[in-house]
């Protein structure tokens, strides 16, 4: 029963192998007489071949000696393929998709040196609305290949001879309109030469030959060329950034994937790299891409490459020379190339050489830099103007040495992140020229993501100047620490739009020039809490002729000197909450001249108070003491007048001040008291006790003081060159006290002196000896042991002079009541009147004398003409008797 069973399953299994072999032949010789024919009448190709091998069980197929061409090569809704293949293997071919369902599906498709132009379908859909499907190969194998592959539009997209390569799960899509790649892969092989391959009408790219080894790709003079001038690409994308050009002597990475529009490579390397790139400022439109495709390339290495971005106008924005750059997860795709950078990344080294940026009006050079995200350090840095602009700052400077370590430094969103651990200037030099007239319109600060910090900046063994308006600020052996810096959305409302810490800085042979000074100190040395200047000197850059020509009105020329300046305190004069509060300053051995022409037109404005002066100031200011030590102050004041100026000299000047303040600083005190002692005309010891509250809107004040022991001839050198008077005699002891507002003082005034008199001065400086004699009869030439004070009162403020103006005034109205009486008035205007009585006297007789000169004169001439007369005369008689002799002797 067993054996029947088994003969009959033999049978069957016999009978069925016997069919297979029957219709694996019969499938053969029929394919082999009709399958041109049947894909000539059922696809758009038609193909030849010399031998054709199908296993119908496994789906192989072998065929060699192939040709193929489309049927209608003008449609450009199908896949059009044209060329030869020497040899065809295709493994688990979907017989039935193939013939069921039009599909073509392989395992495995190998070509040996095939010929191929291959152009896209353009996309369509059929009536379904299902797009139609595109021949899927799992794996291919190409081996001496030459391929081609066109858009519908016979547009080249890749060509590539001597290819040799293997792919798996290659998919090619129909989307070639649609900016995609047109094909996508996993893992592959490749070697080929000639590469070319142009996505779109703007780039194309090329290559020598390319090649894998060990999953390594390496390529040989690899090129993107822009297909259109930079002109043109201007015209036909307006909105559109930027336009590259690259090339390579190699270029190679691994771990290729192409996907759709995104390109991804492992490893990237370009070794003498040329980068050019055209950029203009046109901002992107969001709905618009400026760049294609999704790049992402991971550990990119730029070795010895050379840069150049250019601007629209053809000048260069950057260069760079063997620059090697190292660059971790770069990414460019259409969101970065609408920045400032058009790609963006995870981390970079770049080291590099002969660096150049060019701005609109400046030029940066840098010989040599090394940069990382944690530190930059850049040799010889200049920057230099290209051309000036007067409502713009210009940068002339180098710097041998620029160091930056830093803590993070990114851009997000096209925002610049910053945080500084500290920037570090070695030997800046140069010149920097600050706008003359600086727009006012005020930065926004737009690409800054807040906070924006450095914690320290130093500059070291530096020589730099700043000019502003022409007034040349010097700064030479700088040394400067800033801490603390740090930009945000507060600070960038302010003037200063940022806010320190602390700082120091020392520089020596300080040198600041204005209009009519010259400032310099040997040292200049400040922090947050003290200042030192040493050899301090304030120097006119005009001769008084000069000065007094060059001012409008009247106005103080000043001549000093400090041997030693100091303070200690608090202080922030950068932030908007402004502040100075100082403990001590201490001014020692100042030498101070101060000279006052009357011959400029006077100046009218009015003149503030002290306590007024200081209220003005607009933020908190106190100073709790102020010093000044053995100093020298000289008041010299001339007028059309007077020949030469005369002098007042305060010798061994000390004085103290205390609470000196705006009024502004709460809890301080507001009443400013002064003490002043010294030597007047380098004789007499003088002391002054002045205060005044800057809380007082009415501005009171007090001020009392003597003046001992003065001879009066002392004060001669002020007094004889315009007003042409000499003093003679001792005044022992002047005191006076006066209490004040802004519209007057009052107060009282006492003398005390022996033998005082005066000498009127004749214009050739000898003693008038009527008209002193005269004056003295009016002055009190002595004053007694023990004179009583006289009062002043009603000296009005005349509010376009100076508070000493009014304080002079006081001490004038004194003197006039001490020295000719309590009716001074009366008696100074008899005084006047005498004198003018004598000199019109003078005058009177010096014209009746001129008179009788003149009648002399008239009389002297009458008598020479009469004497001149007789000569004549005689003269005559003496030729007539003459001429008579003659005659009678000749008779």
């Given amino acids: 029963m067993k054996k029947k069973r088994f003969r009959i399953f033999s049978i069957i299994l016999g009978i069925l192998l016997l069919l297979f072999l029957i219709v694996n032949f019969g499938l053969n010789f029929w394919l082999k007489s009709n399958l041109p024919r049947y894909i000539k009448n059922n696809s758009e190709y038609i193909i030849t071949y010399k031998t054709l091998d199908i296993d119908a069980g496994t789906g192989n197929i ?79 194998t190409i081996t001496n290949g030459n391929i081609q592959i066109f858009k519908s539009t016979n547009e080249k997209i890749l060509a590539v001879k001597e290819l040799d390569f293997m792919v798996q799960d290659l998919r090619i899509t129909e989307k070639s309109e649609e900016n995609n790649l047109p094909v996508a892969f996993e893992k592959y092989h490749l070697k080929g030469k000639e590469f070319f391959y142009q996505p ?70 370009f070794d003498s790299p040329e980068i050019k790139m055209f950029t203009t400022d046109v901002k992107s439109e969001q709905k618009k891409k400026s760049f294609t495709y999704d790049v992402n390339l991971e550990n990119v290495l730029l070795n010895n490459a050379k840069i150049n971005i250019l601007k629209s106008n053809g000048t260069t924005l950057f260069g760079a020379d ?93 925002k610049l992140k910053l945080d500084v651990e500290t920037v570090l200037v070695n030997q800046l030099n140069g010149k920097i020229k600050t706008a003359n007239n600086p727009k006012k319109k005020k930065p926004t600060f737009e690409g800054i993501q807040f906070p924006l910090k450095i914690k320290n900046v130093i500059v070291k063994n530096s020589n730099l100047e700043i000019d502003s308006k022409n007034q040349p600020l010097v700064f030479k052996d700088l040394n400067a620490n800033i801490q603390q810096i740090e930009m945000n959305e507060q600070t960038i409302k302010d003037g200063i739009p940022f806010k ?45 002729a ?41 001014v020692s051995n100042m030498d101070a001249n101060i000279f006052r022409s009357k011959i400029p037109n006077d100046d009218l404005t009015t003149k503030p108070m002290y306590s007024q002066l200081l209220r003005s100031i607009k933020f908190p200011v106190f100073v709790k003491n102020l010093e000044v030590k053995n100093s020298l102050l000289v008041y010299e004041e001339d007028t059309k007048k007077s020949e030469g100026p005369g002098k007042l000299t305060f010798n061994n000047f000390n004085m103290n001040v205390k ?9 301080k005190p507001t009443l400013v008291p002064i003490a002043i002692t010294c030597k007047f005309m380098n004789a007499s010891p003088m002391n002054v006790k002045w205060s005044f509250d800057t809380a007082n809107r009415n501005e009171a004040f007090a001020i009392s003081g003597n003046i001992s022991d003065l001879p009066a001839s002392r004060i001669n050198p002020f007094i004889e060159p315009y007003l042409k008077i000499q003093a003679t005699g001792l005044i022992s002891d002047l005191i006076f006290n006066f209490k004040g507002t802004q519209h007057g003082i009052n107060g009282t005034l006492k003398m005390v002196h022996q033998n005082l008199k005066i000498a009127i001065l004749k214009q050739t400086g000898e003693k008038d000896k009527i008209l002193s004699a005269v004056a003295n009869i009016f002055v009190k030439t002595d004053s007694g042991i023990y004179p009583e004070s006289v009062v002043v009162e009603n000296v009005e403020r005349d509010k376009t002079k100076s508070f000493f103006n009014m304080f002079w005034r006081g001490i004038e109205q004194g003197l006039k009541k001490t020295l000719i009486g309590k009716n001074a008035p009366k008696t100074e205007q008899s005084i006047k009147n005498t004198v003018g009585n004598t000199k019109s006297a003078l005058e009177q007789n010096k014209i009746e004398l001129q008179e009788t000169k003149t009648e002399v004169k008239e009389k002297v001439e009458t008598v020479k003409e009469k004497i001149q007369e007789k000569k004549e005369v005689v003269k005559e008689k003496g030729f007539f008797k003459n001429l008579f002799k003659k005659k009678s002797d000749s008779q």
């Fill in 62 to 140: 072998l065929s060699t000696g192939i040709t193929i061409n489309s049927q209608n090569p003008d449609r450009n809704d199908k896949l059009g393929l044209q060329g030869t293949i020497d040899s065809l293997s295709i493994s688990r071919l979907g017989i039935y998709d193939l013939i069921f369902k039009k599909n073509f599906t392989t395992d495995k498709l190998t070509l040996k040196s095939p010929n191929l132009n291959i152009i896209l379908a353009k996309p369509s859909e059929d009536k379904t609305g299902e797009k139609k499907k595109l021949p899927n190969f799992e794996n291919i």
């Fill in 546 to 586: 000069q000065y007094i020509k060059m001012i409008p009105t009247e106005k103080d020329l000043y001549d000093l000197k400090i041997n030693q300046v100091n303070a200690n305190g608090k202080w922030d004069l950068a932030s908007a909450t402004k502040f100075l509060d100082v403990e001590n300053i201490t």
């Fill in 322 to 414: 063997n620059l090697t750059m190292n660059i971790t997860r770069l990414v460019m795709n259409d969101e970065t190339a609408k920045g400032n950078i058009p790609f963006q990344y995870e981390n970079f080294d770049i080291k590099g050489k002969n660096i150049n940026y060019g701005s609109a009006t400046q030029n940066v050079k840098v010989a040599s830099l090394k940069i990382n995200p944690k530190s930059a350090d850049l040799l010889n840095v200049s920057v230099k103007p290209t051309s000036f602009h007067p409502d713009k700052t210009s940068l002339d400077l180098m710097a041998q040495r620029l160091q930056l370590k830093i803590n993070t430094w990114e851009f997000l969103e096209n």
């Fill in 500 to 544: 320190t810490g602390n700082y120091s800085l020392t520089t020596r042979n300080f040198i600041y020039k204005t209009k009519f000074y010259n400032l310099s100190a040997s040292l200049l040395k400040l922090n947050k809490n003290t200042i030192q200047i040493s050899n301090f000197t304030m120097k006119p850059t005009v001769s008084r």
């Fill in 659 to 667: 609470n000196l303040n705006s009024g502004k600083m709460k809890g």
């Fill in 200 to 269: 779109d009408n703007i780039y194309s790219f090329a290559a020598a030959s390319i090649a894998t080894e060990d999953g390594q790709m390496k390529v040989k003079d690899f090129a993107m060329i822009p297909l259109l001038s930079y002109q043109n690409f201007l015209k036909y994308y307006p909105k559109k950034r930027n336009l590259f050009e690259v090339k390579a002597t190699e270029m190679s990475f691994k771990d290729i994937l192409i996907k759709k529009n995104k390109l991804s490579l492992t490893n990237v390397k």
